[in-house]
Each structure stands twice: as structure tokens, then as C-alpha cells.
């Protein structure tokens, strides 16, 4: 079979899966972070296969990749700050025990 | 299989295996080199998606700016040592996952979708370029924002005093 | 900064600098306390040269202990025989004729030459140049230490000076040579500072760099280019004048800031001080013999006697106390380098690790001198 | 199109074989005697100026290092968008022109920003 | 020309303020008593002008060791040669004169590491050449 | 200012380049060394020596070791006058003390050997050799030698 | 399909063999030609270097082995191949060993998309420009795990001061191309070189100062070379690094200089365009980029090195708002003149003296000392 369009979503729904189940499962804020980031990978892949099958002559799903990663790098930048914040006051990276609103 | 088809599984099972690698090794900084890998493994897959100027900005933005700025947050919160263990979610976390890999991909498989087989542009800077300060004129500008809001509030966060 | 700023930051780095490290003249070494790059601390580790040459000394005669005195500051060696056969001679009362005495400031000058001129090298070596100046100073030094092996047989260790003179009448050639390389020296001079004095990279690198106020300075009994560079005109050879200093003419170059740039600036104007004083001595040189016959094993009368002279690194003081006997009963040196580290952890403290470096750099010691 | 990045594809693989090649040539001289090999505790201890190393190596560093990576990150987004601006210039005109204006101002009130916190500060 | 400063006047003008620390004065060497070294330093420092400490340095004359201090005035270029004694072999102290110049601060540790004369009130009395532990203190005359 | 004097510096270091070099390609060129070298092979003459060991008294890492033997003409014969060249200062002063101008540095320098043994040398046991006595605190060997040191711009300079 | 393979060798295999199999014997060929090119490029570099740089010490560099010292390298490669390999016992063993290998990837790989030649390359890719900036960042990640695996604090220090300086150097990298782009159009390395006659070095003057600066700074080479600072950090990442490995890390740099060497080639000296035979089109390539290395070199002999906070000041204070200074007056300018007449030219050179002479006045890069509170 020729690696199409349906190829490149399955690629793209494992690579979201692994990356909620790292999202999920883990302990360390930064690790879930780096989750988050493969699954945001995984919606690129999805738009820019999309954009490459669906409407090859017309490129909004790369771009629309290209807003997803400064998306990205924005919430890594701002996600990050908070993980050291968060490192800072309570001296844990540990996401399950960051409990602040519970005060 | 033509020599695209085995592009696309070898760098299919590169991202897979160090996304895989990234959430189960138990050793953060392997982890965080191994995200530079999958991420360098989903720039070769846009390339064969002929998105070669997404596949450099993927290899610039991610591996080369993103990527370190996790390599610093794990080098600040010193917890290189204590490793990457997983909390007591682990088991619903990945009942959740399966549910979820197996509706996602019943989902691709299922539909039929409305695929379009006239050739792929090329090169693709120029067209980005087309749609980006065209049509999505406001979405550009704001990103701008997006990232200013983020940079300010990161600065914020994260300064000493 | 008090608990709540500073919890991000702490976890210093403890450092070991030297002793087996490139930039640390020697054996020294530094252990030091850092965060992120900036020094919190810093504690200067001795005695890694230590060869106790003091005690070493109580076991020779007095003429044996000038081949010691070479090996302690062993780039200006001809400065520590100065100062210990003038301590000799105070103690014996030996007179030292005219001619010895204008030998003994040539070589004198010329050794803080050669000095000054390695220190120049290896500041801007710590300051990164890949080893480029340090070769050009090399050049020069080495055409002085030629005049030294023409006079004294030797490069390093000369042991040219004895109680009651030196060693050795200069050879014929020695005075022509001499002349051609004063006239040579300040062409070289000048090319150093048009690759150091402007330089954009050097100036950002020393200026407002480990500032020693003057009061500071004195406090610390730092002297040489130490003191001057913080703006103190304090030289032995015009304060306490010596040999036969008083018979010429020349200025005490001084610093302001008392910042690194300003202890390299004080180096280059002390070798034009030096060029004038050689000329002028050169031009006066008088004849006569050039040593006072004085017996192979000096037996000085009891007591203790006390010489300093303005050595290249500062002032370098022999104190000496004899018990009649063939050798000395307590022989000390005052070492200059030694006395000058005293503020390098003030200095260091707050700086980059890469200042660090450059401060050491600039006060210039000789590890040899420092542990004796 | 494909058909360059294959040979950098190859490209990758021969020049990642050839440095490999040289590591595993290195290893295999220590079989035929030609490269020693004789291990002594000393040597696998790290060198600190041939002294025994105080305390921790992998401690935590000083979060302006950080601060520096993020203004990195977002002046890095900037110049993605920045490319495909220059590249299609000449057709956008002034109305490209005033657009980017506008985009940079706005990341430039962050550099200042950050200049004025001292974030350029080290 | 440094002037070496008249001892025997010192050690009047000491006498009128401090009566009793001055053991002895010779040409231009003032003999203390171990314990009034600080005192007489810091008077010395702060109405003769002594603000160099350019040496300092101990001797061991078998029977008693010797700490020498040589002064230094910038301002009116004079020198003084302060000197106290210190009897027996163990257990020997005198005051540190770090606090009025830090420049003693390298010349006391080694004092204290090749002759075991304690500084009382130096900040840091540690070996400074030799290692910790190291057995002795080379420069005694007993020593080896 | 305005980086003119990082263009100075560059000036000043290919006006350099320009330059020949000043070091020497030292095995096969080598630099003339002064009359008053103390250098190694010390020239000691048996004829002059009288085994009076003022030379081992004045070494001051003690390192001169003589054996002599009463001769029937009531003079000392040196059967051996050894140096330990390997710890030897290079001082001169066994030169200096020396009452009969007996022995001399050398002005050689090349002294690397294999093992520290074969530093230990018996002078004595070289009387055949060729000496080249250094001047030092002997002047009166400095007559008739000319050239002290070469300039480096005398040497011809192959790159 | 690149030209250099469009030859009697390929139509030749592809007379017998199937088009696939052709292709890749073709492809690795050629590309172990390029890689042998680079280790032997290497060996000349480095002679070059010690050779040149005693020259400029006034002194003779290495002549021993072979006349005038030429097989120094060789002799040197034989006897880091014939080191013990040592690592340190609490390195982590293989990020230790990949290191190397990374960093040396980061350098060959620019290698695939420099036009040597008018068809003189491997690859033209249409975001060449982009490509290489990539890559040669990921140097920095092998240089990063290099100092982070050895397990020592001076490797360390280097480790985050490489990237610190990646960090601050890419992007007035990035941007200081900018202006070559909106002349030229093209991300790509051949158009770009194809597409005008003169050296673009005369109509982007600023953006050719910045990039050399900066570029350099990202390869760490001296001024900036603080990565593996000699007089602070001993080698800084590669103190631990011994024989082979130690051999490919200094391969990767120096591979990573030349490629900067290239760039500036290919971006701002017109790349292989010189006058002669298409053939000499290599040589005028190499001739140049010899010349942009010597630049470097000669600085590297000459000047002292930076500290981490001027770096950093340095990159942020005053390269990159000149490098967005000139994207804005070039874009001004093409938008007046779209066609870049020859006017420009002094124009444009007057523009970028009076631009840092006055942005030097602005920003000094004056000692800095911070006084805590």
C-alpha cells in the first residue's frame, strides 16, 4: 500500500497518544512539557499531511503549522517560567504535588 | 515500496521511538535528547509532505530553540538526578491513551476522506508567504502579541527578584 | 540580597583554578565559589612551590645563599641577588664601589624590563589573546637576557652579585649592546600599545576591573605597579633611595583608578622609566674596580639587618640576622608577590570567572617568589 | 524536490558511517596492540587542575542563562516570519512593509521591556 | 631618604600614654611586651603615621622568638622597627595587628606555619604554605 | 573607539607576520651562546689541581666528589673529581673558589642523557677530551674569541 | 537532479543498472568524495593555522615532519588514532561517545547545499539559507552534550557557555541575512549566488559585518571563543575528550568554521563567479572562502577574547538591532529601487560606517562590573 494521507494521521494519532500519555502519566512538570510539545507535533503533522492531500495547491495548513509552533513556543516559554516559579517557592518540580489554589 | 514510502517509515519509526523514548526514559536529560530526535524525525516527515520551509523552520525553531530552552529548564530545576518517574496516574493515564489511539484511529480509517491529487507546490516559501500576509494578515499580527504577552510574562515568572 | 531573592540562584559551583591549570603563573590555585559564572567566593591555596629556601639558607654561606636567592623570583632574579648582598652588606659593613653600583642599577632596570615585559605577556595571555604578545614580549625579553648571559654566563639563575660588588666587570661588547637595544626598545614599547592600548576588546575587558583604592592598597602593604596603579607614588628607589639611584633622573609613573588597565599602564611607563635610567647610567657609567675584595666566608658581627630594594613586583626586603657564624642565622624575605595577594579575594569577589583570572593576571606575582 | 533531500538524507547516513567508521577504526587499533589500553583509576577521573573535584558537577546554574534562551525562542519566531516576508517582498509592497513594521514594533516593546528588567543583563 | 625615626622618643611619647609596655629601645628598634603589640601598633598607626606594614616576620633565638615588625609612613617617610619578644617554646601568642593592616594577614599565617606563634584575632589562622597536619614548624632552630 | 583600535591591533600583527622569525630551528641551527656561558662539561685540568676540595666546600648542593692520592713528589694526584651534573646548579661557584684556576664551566648545553647515572661524570676520567672553558670569572679566556650572540637578523632564515 | 551527477558516470551505471541503484552508488560516491574533501580540508586547515598563526607570533610553527613541516597533520591524525581512550568513570558513556559525532554532523552537513560550482553541489534546496542555520545549531546540541556528559565542571561551564552563545548569536545571524534575501528573493544558495552580478557584500555591507561577527561568534571562534576558553576553562567541553573522539570534535569545529567561511562565500563574494573557464569556478570558491578563514584567523591571532556578559551584551545590544536596522533600509530600498542599481553601492557602504560608528557610540562595550546591592 502507498504511504498516503490515512498514513500520516495514524503517524499523527500515535505520536498524540504517546504524547497524552506522557502528559498524563508523569511526574516532572518539564517532562510533561516535552509531552505536550510531541503532541503538538502531532497536530502539525495532521495539518501539514491535510494541506499536502487535501488542498495541495493551497498552503493555510502549513501555515496554520507555523502558528501552532509559535503557539508552542510560547506556551514552552511561559510554561517553563512557571515550572521554575513553581521550582522556586516549593522546591519541586513534581506536577503532582503542586497544589497551589488549595493554598 | 518506493524510496519514499521508505522515507516516510523510517522517519515514521524514528519519531515514534523517541517520542516513546521521551516519555519512558527514566533519565531527563536522554529524554530531552531524544525529543530533539523526534522532533528532527517530524521535520523529515513534513519534508515528504513537500513542506520543506515548515521542515526548517521545525529544525530551527524546535530542535534549535525550543528543545534548549527545556535542556535550561531541566539544568535550573536540578531534578536531572531524581529522573522522570511516573506518578500514580500511570495506569488510568494509559487506559485513556489506548482509548483513545484506537477512536483516533478507527476514526482515520474509517472516514473517506476527500483527497485531491493535483501536484504539491513548490517552492513553498513564496505561497506561505502569500497566505500569511494576505489572508491571515490579523492572525500574523497577533501571534506577534502572542509572543510579546508570553515574553513579557515569562520574564515576569522567572526573574530572581 | 536577602533569603527570598536569592533561592534560585544559590547552589554554588565549588571550583578548583590551578594548581595544574593554564592561566595560574605556576602553582597556584584558587578554589572557587561560583554561581552561574559570578565568583562568591574565592580562597587562594599556597605552597605548592614552597622549597624552603629560608631554612635552606641557614644551612649555607653567605655567598652560597645568592645562588638560592635566584630561584625565588626566578623572572627577576637579578633583583633578589640586589636585595640580599645589599642586606649583607649592611650587616657586615661592606662599601660597594662606584662602578658596582652602576653595574648593579643596569641590571636592575634591565630586569624589571624583562619582568614587566613578561607580565605584560601574560596578561593579555589570561585576557585570551591566543599567545600572541606573549611571544612578541618574548622576543624582547629575550634579547635582554642576552645581555644578561654576556655579563653573567647565565639566562635565569645568574648569581652575578656579590657582597661588596658583582660577580664580574661587564665584557667590552656588553655597553655597545646595551645601547643598540635601548635604542631598539621603545620602538617595540610603542608597537605594544598600539595592540593593547586601544584595543576596544582589552579596554572592556580591564577597565573598572578589580578597582584598589589607594587607602586599600596601603592598608594591604601592597606595592610595585600594585600600588602605583591605585595612584600611591610610592617607589623605594625615590622614597628610599639605594645604590646609586639617587644620581638619576626619572618619574614615578602612577595609575588612578587603580583598576587592571591602570596596573598595565604603570608596567609599560616603569620599562620607559627603566630606558631613561639606563641611558643615564650607561652615559655616567665611571670606571674603577668592580668588586671590593671581601673573604670567601663572610662573618658578619652580630646582629639583624634589614634591605629593601624596588624589586619589579614591588618592594622586596631581605631581613637577615647574623650569629657571627659563616652562614645566616635567620634569613627572610619579604616577597612582594606574596604581600600583593593579599587583596586579590576582595578583588575577586563579584567578578566573571573570567576576571578572576585577569585580576591574577594583572597583579602580576611569581608563584616561585610567593612559596619560596 | 524530494529528490535533494534524499541525497541529504544519504548524506546524513554516509557522513554519520564515516564519523562512526573513524571511532570504531580508533577502537579496533586497541586489538592489535597498536593503541594502548591500560586502565587505571586516575585516569577515568575527571580533570579539575589536578585536583580531586569538591563537590557536585551537575548542579543547578544560574537562571539568567534561562531568561536569555526565552528572549532567544521568541526573536527566533520572529526571524521564521520574517523569511517568507523577505522572500515575497517585492509583490507585498508597502503594504508588506507597514505589516511587518507593525509585527516587529510589537516583539520590540518586549525588547525593551526585557532590556529595561535587565533580563540583557548577565 | 626613609628617616629611621628615634626609638628612645617613641618609646617616651608611648611611655606617657601607655606606661610599661616598652621593654627596650635602641636606635631605631622599639622592644614591646607580647601583649601590648596591638595597643602600641594601633597607637603608632594612628598618631605617627605608620600605615605600611611593610614586613613582618618572627625569629627563634632558641631561648625566646622574636617577631619583627617593620613600619612604614608613607606620608612622612619614616621607618620604626617594632620587635617583641616572646619566652618558652609552646604555646605562643601574641595579637594579631591584621585589623589595622590587612597586609599582615599572609605574613602572620606564615609565621604561625613555619614557627607556631598564634595570632590572636586573625581571621583565618591557617597554615599557609604547608598542609594541614603537617607534624613541626620547619623554621625553629629545632626543626631537624 | 568605534573599533579603530581593534584595526590597530590587527595592523600591528601583520605588520609582524611580515617579519622573519626570531626563534631558531634549534637542532639545526643553533644560537651562539656568550664567553661567559656556565654551561656543562666543566674543563678541569689535572696538571693545576691540587685536590684541595675548595670546591666541594664552596658547592652548595655538595655535589663535587674527589678522591686524591698522596704522590711521592709530595703532590696530590686526583683519581677521581666527579660532578653530579644532573643536580648541579650551574652556579660557578667552584670556579670562583678555586685557588689555582683549575677548573672552568663549560659552555655546552646539551646535557639530556638516558638515565639519571650518566650525569654523575668523573672528570678525571676525561683528561683526553677537548674543553671548551668558559670565560666566566676567568677573563683571561675571552681574548682573541670574537661574536657573542647572533642577531637574528644576521641569521639566514629558511622557512 | 543536481548536474555534477548528470554525467557519463551515471548515464553509464544507468545503461546496466536499475535507476535507484545508479542513483545511490552515484550519491554515496560523490558524497565520500565530499567528505574525504572535508577531512583532508581539515588537515590543511589546520596547518594553515598553526603555520599562519606563528607567522603572525614571529616564529616558525610546525617543520619537522615533511618539508616545512607539511605532514604535520598526518602524523598528528596517527597519533590520535593510536591514543588510549580515556573517559571519565561517572561520564555518562553514551551521550559521551555521540557527542563527537553530532558535532561533527553539524559541520559536514552544511556541507550538502554550498554550490562549490555553478552545478558544483549536492543538493540545492529551496530554503538552503534556513537549512544551514538549522544544522549548524545542532553543533551547538553536540557541543552541549559533549560538556554535560563528561562529568566535569570546566566542560560544563563550556558546555552552557556554547550555548549561551548559540543562544544569542543565531538570531542576529538570522536576521543579518535578511537583507540578502529581500535582494536576491530566494532562500536558495544557488539562486542566490545566480542571481546577481556583483558581490553582495557591496550592496549589504552592514549585513556582511554582522554576519561575519556573529557567525563567528556562533562557531566559537576567537574573539568569542569562550567556549573553550584556554586561560579560563582549560578546554572548556572537550577537557575530557581524548584521541579519536577528541580528533572528531576538533574535525566538527573546524568543518563548522569553514562552512562560515562558505556562507559569507557564497552569500557575500559572489560564491564560485570569478573570471576564467567554468571549471576554475572550484577554485575561486576555495580561493575565497580560504580568504574569509584567513580573516578569521588573523583576528584569532590578534585579539583578546570577550567576556560571557559583553558576549551576550554584544549579540543583544548591538548586533541584532543593526541587523533589524538593516532589514528595514534594505526593504526601503528595494522598495524605491527594486532592481538595486549600482548607486546603491556607496550609498549602502556610507549607511553601514555611519550606522556602527554611531550605534558604537551608543552602546560601549565598556566594562561592566555589577555592583550588588
Redesign the interface.
Known sequence: MNVGLEHYLALSAVLLTIGLYGALAKRNAVAILMAIEIMLNAANVAFVAFSRYVTPQLLTGQVFAMFVITVAAAEAAVGLALVLAIYRSRRTVDATQVDMLKG | MTAFDFAFWVLATVAVVAALGVVLLRDLFRAALLLIVALMAVAGVYVTLHADFLAAVQVLLYAGAIAILIVFAIMLTRDVAQGNPFNSLHPVALAVSALLLVSLLWAVLATDWQKSFLPPLEPTTGPIADILFETYVLPFEIASLLLLAALVGAIVLAREK | ?SQQ?????T??????????????HGVF?M?VAL????IVDMEPV??YL?R?I??LAEA?TY??V???T?RQDYVAAMTNNMAYVMAVEKLSGIKVPERAEYIRVIMAELMRIASHLMAIGFF?????????VI??CF?ER?KVL?LF??????RI?F?YMRPGGV???L?P?FIP?LKQLLAELPGYFD?YE????????????????GVLPAD?A?????SGPVLRGSG?A?DLRK???YSAYPRFQFDIPTGTRGDAYDRYLVRVAEMRQSLRILQQAVEQMPTGPHRTRTP?LIRPPAG?A?A?IESPKG?L?V?L?SDTGISP??Y?V?PPS??N???LRDLVV??????C?VIFGSIDVNMGEV?R | MLAAYAYIGIFLVVAAVFGATVLVLSYVLSFVRIRPRKPETVKGTPYESGMVTLGKTWVQFNVRYYLYALLFVVFDVETVFLYPWAVRFKQLGLFGLVEMTIFIAILLIGYAYAWKRGALEW | MTTAVVASDVAQQVNTVMPGRVLEATGSTLVVRPVAVFEVARWLKANLGFDFLECLTAVDYLQHFEVVYYLLSLSSNQSLVLKTRLQGREGLQVPSVTPLWQGADFQEREAYDLFGIQFDGHPFMKRLFLWEGFPGYPLRKDFL | MYGTGILKALAVTFKNALRPPFTVQYPDEKVAISLRFRGYNFAWYREKCTVCCTCAKACPVGIIYIVGRLQPNNAYYAERFEIDTGRCLFCGLCVESCPFEAIYMGREFEQAKYARREEFIDWAKKDGDPRVPSSWFRPCEEAGVETHYLQPEQRKVNL | MPRVWDNFVYNWLAGFLQDWVAFLIMGIVVMAIILNFLALLVMVLQYMDRRLIARFQVRFGPNRVGPSGLLQPIADTIKLLTKEDLRPRLADPLVFTLAPLVVFLGGTLAFAVIPFNRSGFLADLNVGILYIFAITSLGAVGIFMAGWSSNNKYSLFGAMRAVAQLVAYEVPVVVSILGVVLITESLSLVDIVEKRDIPLILLQPLGFLIYLAAATAEVGRPPFDLLEAESELIAGYHTEYNGMRWALLQLGEYVATFAVAAVVTTLFLGGWKGPGPAVLGYVWFMLKALFVYLLILWVRASLPRVRIDQLMGFAWKFLLPLALLNVFITAAEALMWPDFPWLLVPVNIAIALGLVVLWSSLFQLRAYRKVEA
Not at chain 3, 554561581?35 to 559570578?38: A, I, K, L, Q, V
Not at chain 3, 648571559?149 to 647565565?154: D, F, K
Request: hydrophobic share 35%; aromatic share 6%.
Open positions: 540580597m531573592q536569592n533561592e534560585l540562584v547552589e554554588p559551583v565549588i571550583l578548583n583554578m590551578g594548581p595544574h591549570h593554564p592561566s595560574t590555585r578554589r554561581d552561574g559564572e559570578t599556597l605552597g614552597h624552603g629560608e631554612k649555607k655567598v652560597q645568592v645562588t638560592l635566584d593579555l595571555n589570561d585576557l585570551g589573546v591566543f599567545q600572541t611571544v612578541y622576543r629575550e642576552d648571559e654576556m655579563a653573567s654566563g647565565q639563575n648569581s660577580i664580574q666587570d665584557p661588547q649592546q608597537e598600539q595592540l593593547i592600548n586601544e584595543n576596544e576588546i582589552v579596554l572592556a575587558r580591564t577597565k573598572e576591573l586599600k596601603i592598608n594591604a602593604s601592597a600611591v610610592f622614597a628610599d633611595p670567601w639583624d634589614y629593601h618592594v626586603g631581613y640576622v642565622y635567620r627572610k619579604r606574596l604581600i595577594l593579599t587583596t563579584g567578578c566573571k570567572l573570567a576576571d583570572i612559596d
